[in-house]
């Protein structure tokens, strides 16, 4: 621990501890890993001020919080093959009640697929997402029976799920498009 009364001797003390070192911070170039990216440019501007070469603790962060076990990773593999075959029905049954002339509305895809990661032993924090057309371009919309948008003849239809195994795992994400 080191102690220091003003920003002067704050300086000094950064300076003591970092000078011509290598310093690995929760810094992405560009903002690359907006996740990643956490130190106020100012103290990048500073720890740099003193002599330090500072570098992106990226791939340590990786390491550390990026890898899996055995266990993580084959669950997560079974959540993702569950996510895929959920999707493709999700997919086909808006095609067929559009074939059908009974078009499904957007809201109503999203409950099939909750139905459907209950039935798998899946669990979700939120969502999914599903959005026809221009909805599909718009990063915030949710779906709502209070305002339900059919699924017809000529629409995009974006299906963006993620899901775990119940009680724990390995998220896995996938993002789906088709055109009917």
């Known amino acids: 621990m080191r102690v ?5 001797a704050l300086e000094a003390e950064v300076a003591t501890l970092v000078r011509g070192k290598r310093v690995a911070m929760e810094y992405s170039p560009g903002d690359a890993i907006p ?3 956490r130190v106020p ?8 001020s ?12 990786s390491q550390v919080y990026a890898t899996w076990t055995p ?26 009640m559009v074939q059908a002339g009974t078009p499904a509305a957007e809201h ?17 924090d939120h969502g999914p997402d599903v ?13 709502s029976a209070a305002a339900p948008r059919l699924v017809q003849a000529g629409d995009v239809l974006l299906v ?3 899901a775990r195994e119940t009680g724990g795992g390995v998220y896995a994400d996938q993002t789906w498009m088709a055109s009917l």
Not at 4 to 8: L, Q, T
Not at 131 to 143: D, F, I, Q
């Open 4 to 8: 220091y009364s003003g920003w002067r």
């Open 50 to 61: 003193v002599g330090a070469t500072v570098v992106s603790s990226g791939e340590l962060v």
């Open 108 to 124: 109503e895809l999203q409950q099939r697929i909750l139905a459907a990661f209950a039935r798998a032993g899946l669990e979700t």
């Open 71 to 96: 266990a993580q990773r084959a669950s997560h593999e079974r959540a993702a093959a569950h996510l895929a075959a959920i999707a493709r029905d999700a997919i086909d049954h808006a095609g067929a």
């Open 35 to 37: 996740y990643l990216d």
């Open 131 to 143: 959005a026809a057309s221009e909805n599909a371009a718009n990063p915030h919309y949710a779906p």
């Open 41 to 48: 440019a100012g103290v990048l501007e500073l720890v740099r």
């Open 160 to 162: 963006d799920l993620w």
